[in-house]
């Protein structure tokens, strides 16, 4: 994340996670965030549920949850002066920075806990002078706020469980630029992710388990969306991310998730062979523009191992760990096995099931 690693470290007999930050997955160097054992103190309950840091570096927004609801404040800390500021933000759910000084942030309903609106907040102002971004008042939908990986788009999205909308604008842009990619319709899901100056969309329009397109921050409309990788019945697009010389996308088919790398120059692909047969993965963002574009991160776990990070070499297909959750107490996947295997339902139809 804007080229530092963020890290939570339990110690032992400490019941919650110390947070820092490093610049080498080393971690050779860090700098400590949050003691979380020192600000739960006199909290029956206590949490932080996620943060975003500003462009800068140096102010992170954190959500402290002490209800153990699915409600939380958001406040600011200055972290080269170790200072918390005097501002905070109430009923808030998300939040992605605009400027150093500027984010933006999705509010809940009070009864409902329903993420419904965008607000715009300026650093040390009231919250009640915040500026209203866009409400969504259909009540089957929620929205979200986010930021592409490269800075210069801000996106807000309404999703139900059938259909989604999102509208972006450059960050740079006024606020009343936000235009709508493509109008929300019934049973059509589509997400959206930006790399080199591109739009790559996800979309289940005539595809319910998934197509990818393409097209232009310019000609963002549906008529403008060109396929590059088709609908396959039975196998799930979970996420995509488009690489310089790759695509790698996590699929699900029969329950089971993989990790595809599709090589661009010559179109064949491959699959990351994992270590067991029943696992979890997921693709990590990788912002930094310095990092080897062979090389692809990603996060695993299993029944009988504890979440893991990799560094994924796509040219020699190796995995090397970066790291490795270690588990307080008594631990060894040595006396635990895992499989996968098949049970015939009444229609014929197999089902898969994960022991």
């Known amino acids: 994340m804007q080229g530092y690693y963020y890290v939570n470290k339990y110690e032992a007999d400490k019941e919650y996670p110390i947070i820092y930050r490093t610049q080498d997955s080393t971690e050779i160097e860090k700098e400590m965030l949050f003691d979380v054992n020192k600000m739960a103190e006199g909290h029956s ?77 300026t650093l040390f102002t009231p919250q009640r002078e915040d500026v209203l971004i866009y409400q969504e008042d259909d ?18 999205g309404s999703y139900s469980s059938t259909s989604s909308e999102v509208r972006f604008k450059k960050t740079e842009e006024p606020d009343d ?45 549906l008529k403008h969306w060109t396929e590059i990788i088709p609908h396959q019945a039975g196998i799930m697009i979970e996420d995509f991310k488009p690489l310089k010389n790759y695509y790698a996308i996590v699929e699900t088919e029969n329950a089971a998730e993989r990790i595809k790398i599709i090589d661009l120059a010559t179109q064949k692909s491959h699959y990351i062979k994992f270590p067991e047969e029943v696992y979890s993965c997921w693709i990590l963002s990788a912002d930094d523009p310095a990092r080897d574009p062979n090389l692809l991160r ?54 898969p099931i994960s022991l």
């Open 45 to 121: 309950y206590f949490s932080i549920d996620g943060f975003a840091v500003s462009p800068d570096n140096d102010i992170i927004a954190y959500f402290a949850n002490t209800t153990g609801a699915d409600v939380a404040m958001l406040y600011f800390k200055k972290i080269s002066t170790d200072e918390i500021l005097a501002d905070s933000l109430e009923q808030a759910s998300s939040v992605v920075w605009e400027q150093n000084n500027t984010l933006y942030y999705t509010k809940q309903a009070s009864r409902t806990l329903r993420t419904f609106q965008v607000w715009k907040h």
């Open 139 to 156: 009540p089957e939908f929620q929205v979200g706020v986010g930021k592409s990986l490269d800075k210069n788009y801000i996106f807000i």
């Open 177 to 221: 630029a936000f235009r709508i990619i493509h109008p929300r319709e019934p049973k059509h899901k589509y997400g959206i992710s930006v790399f080199e100056n591109k739009f790559y969309i996800v979309s289940d329009k005539n595809a319910p388990d998934g197509k990818v397109l393409i097209t232009s921050p310019e000609a963002y409309q």
């Open 298 to 351: 990603v996060g695993y776990s299993s029944f009988t191992t504890p979440t893991t990070i990799y560094d994924y070499d796509i040219t020699s297909k190796k995995l090397t760990v970066v790291k490795k959750e270690h588990l307080l107490g008594f631990y060894t996947n040595k006396i635990y096995k895992s499989e996968r295997i098949f049970a015939t339902a009444k229609d014929g139809k197999q089902i």
